[in-house]
């Protein structure tokens, strides 16, 4: 694995690990909110800003593990560009900046899972040869 995909993929691991820490504090910012105001009582616009809270903060945190797995994925053998496009993806829609940067980077170094192996393609009767134009033992 070249240096360019080892960057990308730990870029995006950062980015996810940057959102979920995120993520926990404002777990634990809605805890100390319940702690003091509690849920029970209180003015239902105050339930409701509560629970959208809530909301964002579990769509951060599912977010951030899934941007940090596909960092994680990035590593394995012919999986950069896909997962490179599934982290570039996720991070748009979490506007996580780092693993955008580093879906680009798996993008742009991306490969087809063919790192120092001789590719030739699927040929069939009428095709006698690689592309290169070497001719084919028949």
Not at 25 to 30: A, E, M, P, S
Not at 57 to 74: D, Q
Not at 87 to 114: K, R
Request: charged share 15%.
């Amino acid at each position: 694995m070249g240096k360019g995909k080892e960057w990308a993929s730990i870029l995006v691991i950062i980015g996810g690990l940057i959102w979920l820490i995120a993520g926990a504090i404002v777990f634990g910012f809605l805890i100390y909110d319940l702690y003091q105001v509690g849920f029970t009582g209180g003015n239902p616009d105050e339930k409701v800003s509560f629970l959208i809270r809530v909301g964002i903060a579990l769509y951060v945190t599912v977010i951030s593990i899934w941007v940090m797995t596909f960092g994680f994925w990035m590593k394995g053998f012919g999986a950069l560009r896909a997962n490179s496009k599934r982290a570039l993806i996720f991070g748009i829609f979490s506007l996580n900046v780092i693993a955008i940067i580093g879906g680009v980077l798996g993008l742009n170094y991306g490969d087809d899972g063919m790192d120092g192996v001789d590719y030739v393609p699927y040929r069939d009767d009428t095709f006698k040869g690689n592309l290169a134009g070497v001719k084919v033992n028949e």
